[in-house]
């Protein structure tokens, strides 16, 4: 992590969001860049100070303030971990609608920020669906309150989708947040996974103690289903025809069902565990792209075949979502490599009408790719409303928008 200033607000204070506000105000008035920093486990460089900015960490403002059963509604503070609300949820026979593999670090604040989709975005939707209110502290220090509880409210701009997804580029996501949870319901889908051969791979030689449930025969793709439901034994069933069903069909050759939550949990340890995994082979570039579904697979071994046998190039992700999570893993970072992937993996991904970042945001690495995804006129509209909202550039420089743009 490079330095820079770190302040943290004090645990327990009532008023954590007026020092926020406070802190904000200063440095807005000496012109002192700021970077906002939650649990700091984003993949795109957005948490990390570039040269002496200010990081104002959220960590402490971690409470939450309370939880709604009959209407669902949690309200919490921006530092929450998510794995706690997902625990504190879970407790009380709700689910949060988001989880991800970092959950034990990551924040709420810092997932808002990034808009992060996750593993349980195919059942519930994305986060512009389920925070129904935000309060935000703007460059300025002025706090926006837009913690609305009414479903139903066209008085208006709804200006809380702005913050959804701006990488604190245009406010700190603060004291309050509301969160739609989830009632368990009864069978429906709650995750469609999916990874090849080569992830799996990874996996197995790389994290210790990870075992395939399946007979060792190759096979070269797994999807890892999952459901929520309240009827156990129904929905084991429902899980066992649909098993049945998509091998009389041909269309899977293998299966095993996790007969308790152990066996579920060490599935998902193999899913989750790809991106630690890709750490521990050696160098990694990764792409996060939202592709057309049957066109997905079409770019990995396109890459694969430009980059012969100089690099290991997996394939995995949210299929559901058709969000692929192409990675390629090398000994050493390379520029003679990296200039075979850019920018043919961005082009690729234009050409395809798809999505540059599909869930982890632009960041610092990604923030010159913009026009790949998006019209020219689309990013300098981007560009005057961060203005507006901050007009002395103080947050979050360098990040989302293309250096040509963010002065
Ligand atoms: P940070 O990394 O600290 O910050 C991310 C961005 O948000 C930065 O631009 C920062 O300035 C800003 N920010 C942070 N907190 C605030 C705040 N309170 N107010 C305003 N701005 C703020 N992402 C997915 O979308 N889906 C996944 O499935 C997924 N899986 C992951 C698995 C692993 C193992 C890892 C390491 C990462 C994964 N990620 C995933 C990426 C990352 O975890 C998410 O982007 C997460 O939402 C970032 O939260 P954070 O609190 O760590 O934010
Ligand atoms: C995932 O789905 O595992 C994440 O988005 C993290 C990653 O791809 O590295
Ligand atoms: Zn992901």
């Known amino acids: 992590m490079k330095s820079g200033w770190r302040l943290q607000t004090q645990t327990g204070c009532t008023n954590t969001k007026a020092q926020v506000s406070q802190i904000l105000k200063y440095c807005n008035s ?65 689910i949060m609608p988001l989880d991800l593999g970092a959950k034990g670090s990551c924040q709420i604040g810092g997932n808002v920020s990034t808009n992060a989709g996750g593993l349980r975005l195919v059942r519930y939707g994305s986060l512009h669906g389920n925070v129904l209110g935000l309060e935000v502290v703007l460059a300025d220090g002025n706090v926006i309150d837009m913690l609305g509880t009414l479903r139903k409210d066209n008085t208006g701009y709804d200006l809380k989708h702005l913050f959804i997804g701006s990488e604190g580029s245009l406010g700190i996501v603060s004291k309050k947040l509301l969160m739609e949870a989830k009632r368990k319901l009864g069978e429906i889908l709650s995750a469609f996974e999916f990874l090849d051969s080569k992830s799996l791979d990874l996996v197995l030689n790389h994290l210790d103690g990870v075992r395939n449930p399946l007979p060792p025969t190759l096979h070269k793709f797994y999807i890892l289903i999952e459901t929520t439901g309240s009827d156990e034994p129904y929905d084991r069933q429902k899980l066992e025809g649909f098993l049945l069903h998509a091998m009389e069909a041909g269309l899977i050759s293998d299966g095993a069902l996790a007969q308790d939550i ?96 599909a869930e982890h945001g632009l960041g610092l690495m990604k923030a010159n790719e913009i026009f790949y995804s998006k019209p020219t006129a689309t990013v300098s509209l981007m560009a005057s409303i961060k203005k507006m909202l901050d007009p002395k550039g103080i947050l979050n420089p360098y990040k989302v928008l293309p250096h040509s743009l963010s002065s």
Request: charged share 20%.
């Open 262 to 357: 152990n066996q579920a949990s060490s599935f998902w340890r193999i899913r989750e565990g790809i991106p630690e995994a890709l750490m521990k082979a050696g160098a990694v570039y990764k792409y996060d792209l939202s592709l057309p579904v049957e066109k997905m697979y079409d770019l990995v071994e396109e890459m694969r075949t430009r980059l012969s046998d100089s690099a290991n190039v997996v394939g995995y992700g949210h299929l559901g979502d058709g969000n692929l999570h192409l990675n390629i893993s090398t000994a050493q970072y390379d520029d003679g490599i990296l200039t075979q992937i850019e920018p043919f993996v961005y082009e690729w991904t234009s050409k395809h009408r798809g999505s540059i970042s």
């Open 30 to 94: 000496r012109c002192l860049a700021v970077v906002p920093q939650g649990g700091n486990t984003g993949l795109v460089g957005g948490s990390v100070p570039v040269f002496d900015e200010v990081i104002v960490n959220m960590s402490l403002m971690n409470n939450i303030i309370s939880f709604d059963k009959v209407s669902g509604i949690l309200v919490c503070e921006g530092g929450c971990i998510l794995e706690n609300l997902i625990t504190f949820l879970d407790n009380q026979g709700f």
